[in-house]
């Protein structure tokens, strides 16, 4: 799993012309979250789950820039027990059977470049996990015209298209 975010972070940050995200001055203003999780339960039944997403935007000027990575593994284990013998002498079996119940990993790239007071341009590529076990590539564009802005909210309206690779 490592070797694959790695794979799809390099691709990402490779894409020609989307790591120029900087103002005149060529300075960045760097932001990262990152989110750890895991949920473990037991019972007949266990599961756990791990996920992991980050996060890193740059904005410089009238650009953005935004890197995301990240992943979900969810793995069941049945546990069937079998007493056999007498009510006062009895011996126990356990027997466990363990499955991959969620798997889903991505890479995202998004850029968007605000180039008038009230158009954008916005440009990404995705990469995620399809449900075949392959890749699904996503391709999109856009050109948006900001309608109304607020100190909590913003109002866009624009054409976007995307293209799909599996």
Request: one cysteine or more.
């Amino acid at each position: 799993m490592k070797k694959v975010v790695f794979l799809l972070a390099v691709g990402t940050l490779s894409m020609p012309g989307y790591a120029r995200a900087q103002d005149e001055t060529g300075a960045y203003a760097w932001e990262n979250s990152t989110v750890l999780s895991f949920v473990s339960t037991g019972g007949n039944a266990s599961s756990s789950t791990l996920g992991l997403k980050s996060t890193l935007i740059a904005t410089g000027g009238p650009s953005t820039f935004k890197i995301e990575i990240g992943g979900i593994r969810g793995e069941t284990t049945f546990r069937t027990r079998t007493a056999t013998g007498s009510a006062t002498d009895f011996t126990v079996a356990e027997t466990t059977r363990s499955e991959l119940t969620a798997e889903n990993y991505f890479a995202r790239g998004r850029y968007d470049r605000a180039f008038a007071s009230t158009f954008a341009f916005s440009g990404g590529r995705a990469c995620q996990t399809a449900h075949n076990g392959g890749w699904r590539v996503r391709i999109s564009r856009g050109v948006l015209r900001l309608l109304a802005r607020s100190a909590s909210s913003v109002a866009v309206a624009g054409v976007r298209w995307c293209r799909s690779r599996p």
